[in-house]
T-cell receptor, first 107, second 115 residues
Framework: KNEVEQSPQNLTAQEGEFITINCSYS?????LHWLQQHPGGGIVSLFM???GKKKHGRLIATINIQEKHSSLHITASHPRDSAVYIC?????????FGTGTSLTVIP | DAGVIQSPRHEVTEMGQEVTLRCKPI?????LFWYRQTMMRGLELLIY????????DSGMPEDRFSAKMPNASFSTLKIQPSEPRDSAVYFC?????????????FGNGTRLTVT
């Protein structure tokens, strides 16, 4: 049983395309995190959400608490966006992780 | 700020040996997390500390694993004895935990190989 489900698992896009990655969870949460892991292995926290929507540059993250669903959008995608994107939820004393979405943006 | 600092970056050891991984969180952060990442299981939370006190260690796989945080600026994760199935990348992360939570800051990880 996975507390966090991400889709798609793999995604290939052309440069400039609008990208959406989805995350659904089954537990009550205090916050949801979107993480980015580059091929070199380092992990960067992109967003932390507990409600609504956040925007940072070309990245937008939304969360619907009632539906237990979050989306990460990338506008005008670029090859440097190629990475694994991981959704993680914090229940207050536990973290649960999605298996990640591997994104490849082709020039 | 130098960010979360982990050492060593790579560790190769033989089965049965003791392994110690180290983490220095960002100054001022009061929460510290140890994660493990493998191809099979993805990212898993092993243990986390708040104000140097272990809050939840339910993710620690077995008694061979132990973690300490003797002060606010240092934590260790120890595996004794190590086994090949412990091979993984171990990440440390820190945050300033408030009622509203706060973003996680990850170290670069320690890649452990147990032969």
């Amino acid at each position: 049983k996975n507390e966090v489900e991400q889709s798609p698992q793999n995604l290939t896009a052309q440069e400039g395309e609008f990208i959406t990655i989805n995350c659904s969870y089954s537990v009550g949460i205090s916050a949801l995190h979107w993480l980015q892991q580059h091929p070199g292995g380092g992990i960067v926290s992109l967003f932390m959400l507990s409600s609504g929507k956040k925007k940072h540059g070309r990245l937008i993250a939304t969360i619907n608490i009632q539906e237990k669903h979050s989306s990460l959008h990338i506008t005008a995608s670029h090859p440097r966006d190629s990475a694994v994107y991981i959704c993680a939820v914090h229940t207050g004393n536990q973290f649960y992780f999605g298996t990640g979405t591997s994104l490849t943006v082709i020039p | 700020d130098a960010g979360v600092i982990q050492s060593p970056r790579h560790e190769v050891t033989e089965m049965g040996q003791e392994v110690t991984l180290r983490c220095k969180p960002i100054s001022g952060h009061n929460s510290l997390f140890w994660y493990r990442q493998t191809m099979m299981r993805g990212l898993e939370l092993l243990i986390y500390f708040n104000n140097n006190v272990p809050i939840d260690d339910s993710g620690m796989p077995e008694d061979r694993f132990s973690a300490k945080m003797p002060n606010a600026s240092f934590s260790t994760l120890k595996i004794q004895p190590s086994e090949p199935r412990d091979s993984a990348v171990y990440f440390c992360a820190s945050s300033f935990q408030t009622a509203d939570n706060s973003p996680l800051h990850f170290g670069n990880g320690t890649r452990l190989t147990v032969t």
